[in-house]
């Protein structure tokens, strides 16, 4: 039996609060709105209770921030694209970030088991003065368990509509790109980190967040696989390749923390969920 799950949420400031407000289909809910940071900063908790997605499955998730709203959605484990015999397993996510709104979208890591046929979208709309940071973080297969990425595909599309468009194809059967020193090199995780604005940033907070940035993967050991850039003057792009997704996490985390106390002038509450 195949899901259609979706989820529409819809955060407004009221006063000083940002208040979290969905609606559902299917197994796809959140969890209780959490302020660890005040009340002008909600969290929030995505879970899918089946776990993961087979073959058939679609996944729809859409996220709005309203004006001068600031929210925050992560996942509690990573989402699961399992073994299909042949039908394809669809995660479609929508974020749309109004004028002078903040949204932070750090969902833990996509997991490609061997054979799972997967395509994972996210898209991006921000107005003018939003601000976003969010990161997309895939693992192919089950290093740790034995179980290599021998089979399979994985489609990733992200999309930030006049600024950036980033879309791959993972093939299990591609061994140029998955070994090729100049594709993925034997690494298994692939790792995007991105700052976007809808409005252009000074040079001063692009320099900023590259600086920040910069300074914590000099100190990092996957540091001869990661880099940061400024693609355009509305963006800031942390790329990362590892070998399993911990070092990755740890450096993301790092980066989101140095953001925020530097551009945002916040200090690097992480979700409660990742504690546990």
Not at 82 to 104: D, H, K
Not at 117 to 139: F, S
Not at 227 to 234: E, H
Request: charged letters at 15%; one cysteine or more.
């Amino acid at each position: 039996m195949s899901w259609h799950a979706r989820l529409q949420l819809n955060y407004t400031l009221e006063g000083a609060r940002t208040v979290a407000r969905h609606e559902h289909s299917g197994p796809l809910r959140i969890l209780q709105s959490l302020y660890p940071e005040g009340e002008a900063i909600c969290h929030n908790v995505l879970v899918h209770p089946p776990g993961g997605l087979v073959g058939g499955d679609t996944l729809d998730i859409a996220a709005a921030v309203g004006p001068g709203a600031h929210g925050l959605m992560t996942t509690p484990g990573a989402t699961r694209f399992y073994r299909s015999t042949g039908p394809l397993a669809l995660q479609r996510t929508q974020l749309s970030v109004a004028e002078g709104a903040r949204l932070e979208w750090l969902p833990l890591e996509a997991l490609c088991y061997s054979a799972c046929q997967a395509e994972n979208h996210l898209t991006l709309q921000l107005a003018p003065g939003a601000e976003c940071i969010a990161w997309d973080v895939t693992a192919l297969g089950l290093p740790h368990a034995g179980q290599p990425f021998e089979q399979g595909r994985f489609v990733q599309h992200i999309e930030i509509p006049g600024l950036w468009l980033e879309r791959g194809v993972i093939d299990s059967a591609d061994r140029r790109l998955l070994q090729s020193p100049l594709g993925l090199a034997g690494q298994r995780c692939i790792a995007s980190m991105f700052l976007a604005t809808g409005t252009a940033l000074t040079r001063a907070r692009r320099d900023a967040a590259l600086d920040a940035a910069r300074a914590l993967l000099g100190e990092h050991a996957i540091k001869a696989t990661a880099g940061a850039t400024s693609p355009n003057d509305q963006m800031v792009v942390l790329r990362v390749l590892a070998p399993q997704v911990e070092p990755a996490m740890q450096l993301l985390k790092a980066v989101r923390t140095a953001w925020r106390k530097t551009l945002w002038n916040l200090g690097g509450e992480a979700p409660r969920i990742w504690a546990m």
